[in-house]
């Protein structure tokens, strides 16, 4: 799958940078040609992700589940092992998803709500639904939150009798089926299994607007990404959902005390020699985040977070033998697609200031980047093999619409027989990618200057204050940030900064609205229809199509 994603990379970048590297023949400055070097490795780099999204998806249809019969344990205890679940909560306690958990068909479990609540009114709630399970359920609470939800989970385990030999850790808002432990136990008595992952999906239950136009989002992951890993990639634990074994993680120290956890401890998985198996028919159900102000949170976690994973484990993780190349470039491509925003700010940068201004030989009219015919017959002709001043032809024209549409071809594919919900998914989509760009690069950048990841609890309303994403000095930002870029669109004559203008100045409207008011509803279809025109537009103007 990496063999076919590279190769298509590669025969894209043979095919396209002569003409991108043919316009740095010329008498520019030293800062055009840095911009347009930058302006180049920027484009390489989406399109790598064009093929990532194209290929994965695509793989996923024609393998739809890998052959897990080979992990399975072929011998079968004689007593059934003992299973803790571990219910983590933090001010959000959903009775719900505890129920869930006590509600197994497998005999020999208990559960521990492991409480890290500061508001009392949540831990008297628990309290309470412990008291009225309690031949099934306990409660653990420590004297300080230090460690995140990792350190939480690791001072529960301390505590729980070493009798339990296999545990799970669920967060608040997910539902587990009742074959949950029955299903995955058979992977995971096997050695060489550290965890068996189950499948995640958005919760139907959920009523809030935007959880259900952004809800497919939980779905399309792991249909399509996930789905595709147990053969072609690296199996990644998600942080809950799924079967673990307690002496695999005493051998390893305990969960990594980080933001990410989930994938630390996964990477630490696959150098001690274990692996991890995904197991696409037990299905758990979660929430997704039923707020634009609670996405945005999260997205700032995974953000700071994915960043010092990678930074703090990758290393040694790429050093490890053992560990098939693919594997390690699945996890830096998927780790790095969640930090693209900063490389995309950049790229606008580039191309509605940098290149504009110092690279005189750029002209732009609308869409479109024009050359002044002077350059017909030279060398620089040939190399770009031009008819005519035009940069863009139609080639350029199919790449720039897999840019912008591959990540939503498995939504497009698969709601396609309903259309309404796939169109106000690709509306939400569009609309949250381009309004959260500024703020998810400034949430880099604060991570690579500070080195301090933070961990808001998504469901949890008393840490509101907790996420600087949510701070009205950035939502000002974001404002700012849209006012000029409308200015750039306008004065360059360049409509690709319009949809994204508008998504940005419309921010605050979402994250103090949501999608409750119809109008809004309507309103984040904006920039999604803006995109449509524009494709239109520029497809008409081309020749040859």
Known sequence: MFLVMLGCWILCLAYFNPRLFALLIGPETLAAKYSLLLFVVSLNLFWLYVFFHLVIVGFSYLERRGNLLGLISASQPAVLPKVALLY????????????SCIGQDYLNY???????????????????????????VSVIRRANRCGFKAGNVNHALRKIDCAYEYFSISDADTILPPNYISSLLPYVLNPKVAFAQAAQRINPQQETPFAQFMGPNTDIHFRHYVSTKNRFGFVMWYGHGALMCRDIWEKLGGFPEIVTEDLAYSMKVREAGYEGVFVENVVCWEDFPPTYQQYRKRN???????????????????????????????????????????????FLFLVGVALPLFFTHFQFHGPMIRMPILYEKTSLAIATQMQSNLFWSWDVFL???????????????DYFRRPKQMFRYLAAYIFCFFSLQ??????LLVFLFTRKAIFPVTGDHSQFSQSQANYRGVLLIEVIAGVFFWAIGVTAQNIWFLPISVAL????????????PKMMRYAVFVPFMMTLEIIYLIGKRLPGL
Request: aromatic share 12%; proline share 6%.
């Open 438 to 443: 500024v703020t998810s690069a400034i949430h």
């Open 399 to 413: 790449l720039m619409i897999a840019t912008v549409f591959a990540p939503l071809v498995p939504a497009i594919v």
């Open 88 to 99: 983590t909560t933090c001010n959000d306690f959903q009775e719900a998803a505890a129920i």
């Open 300 to 346: 700032e976690k995974w953000i700071r977070g994915t960043t010092e994973c990678l930074l703090k484990f990758y290393p040694s993780f790429m050093k490890a033998a053992h560990i098939p190349w693919f594997e390690k470039l699945d996890v830096l491509v998927s780790g790095v697609s969640l930090l693209l925003a900063l490389p995309f700010v950049l």
């Open 505 to 516: 100045c419309m921010s605050p409207c979402l994250f103090q609205w949501n999608l409750n």
């Open 110 to 136: 208990h559960l521990f709500i492991l409480d890290d609540s500061s508001v009392q009114p949540y831990q008297r709630r628990i309290d309470e639904f412990a008291k009225q399970y309690s031949h099934k």
